[in-house]
């Protein structure tokens, strides 16, 4: 269990690196479902990487820290939770299964971390 951990930590941890790159490139799509959709201040773009980079590093940190992996995998839960109830708060209920895969794939990252504490 512990190899499956591992991996779904790299594939987390890369998930939430590319997702931070893209807003701080600002890129065209991630600034439309971030600012545009679910109404977040172009200003909070930086903010929002920061948190996700945290997260990733948390994550690999993880592999041979597992309270950390715990720690990391359950922020990024939060993280995206968060997305989603900002879309919904903006009234853009189709835009919350944006960030549906990577809070589940999140969610199994930390059930997996656990079931190998």
Do not use: Q
Not at 19 to 25: G, H, P, Q
Not at 56 to 82: D, R
Request: hydrophobic share 70%; charged share 10%; proline share 5%.
């Amino acid at each position: 269990m512990g190899l499956a951990a591992d991996v779904v930590a790299v594939v987390l941890a890369t998930m939430l690196a590319v997702s931070a790159v893209l807003k701080i490139e600002r890129n065209e799509r991630s600034v439309h479902v971030v600012h545009e959709l679910a109404n977040v201040p172009l200003a909070a773009l930086p903010a929002l990487a920061a948190v996700e980079l945290a997260c990733a590093a948390g994550v690999v940190v993880g592999i041979w820290s597992t309270p950390v992996g715990i720690a990391a995998s359950a922020a990024a839960v939060g993280y995206f939770a968060a997305a989603a109830a900002a879309h919904l708060i903006a009234g853009h209920v189709a835009a919350v299964t944006n960030p549906l895969p990577p809070a589940i794939l999140a969610l199994i990252a930390l059930a997996v971390r656990v079931a190998t504490a």
